[in-house]
């Protein structure tokens, strides 16, 4: 098999080596197509043969669905900030399939339908409701040290 050659430089890849696009990469050599930073480990998407950074994919190609990583096509439904295919909204314990009417819950920073939340056991659910809470207060504080904070525009 041998020792693989770079996609980029094509010198030998001696130590880590990052195999996508079919080709082998120094980590370092492996990069965004249009800012040219390296991806070091972070997610990257495809196209056409070629890599992209997350902000770039969306900038070019429109939001990227956060399950299947595809550029959301047609309607997109936005939620707990990030992108899904309506096709690919679903609960992520059960995979029912939801939408913008199903009550849901997070849970890992994922959607969790109501079904599945109900069976988790209640200690969960009120550390899972304490820390949504903090985040709350979190957030409005940062907003209120804003320099916009209050402003009318």
């Known amino acids: ?14 130590e880590r080596v990052v195999t996508a696009l079919g080709k082998n990469w120094h980590v370092e050599h492996f990069v965004c197509y249009v800012c040219e930073k390296p991806f070091l480990g972070h997610r990257h998407y495809e196209r056409k043969g070629l890599a992209y950074c997350e902000q770039h994919y969306h900038k070019l190609y429109g939001n990227v669905c956060y399950k299947c990583g595809e550029a959301c096509g047609g309607e997109v439904f936005q939620a707990l900030q990030k992108s899904w295919c309506i096709k ?5 314990l059960c995979d029912k399939k939801m939408d913008h ?5 997070e849970f890992d920073m994922k959607p969790t339908c109501k079904r599945c939340y109900d069976r988790f056991p209640t200690e969960l659910k009120k550390r899972i ?19 916009n904070a209050g402003r009318q525009t």
Not at 88 to 92: M, N, P
Not at 129 to 147: A, C, G, T, V
């Open 1 to 14: 098999m041998g020792i693989p050659i770079c996609g980029a430089c094509h010198r030998p890849v001696e």
């Open 88 to 92: 690919c909204f679903a609960c992520s």
């Open 101 to 105: 009417r199903t009550k849901f819950y």
């Open 129 to 147: 409701s304490d820390s949504l809470k903090d985040r709350d207060i979190e957030n409005q504080r940062r907003r209120s040290l804003s320099p």
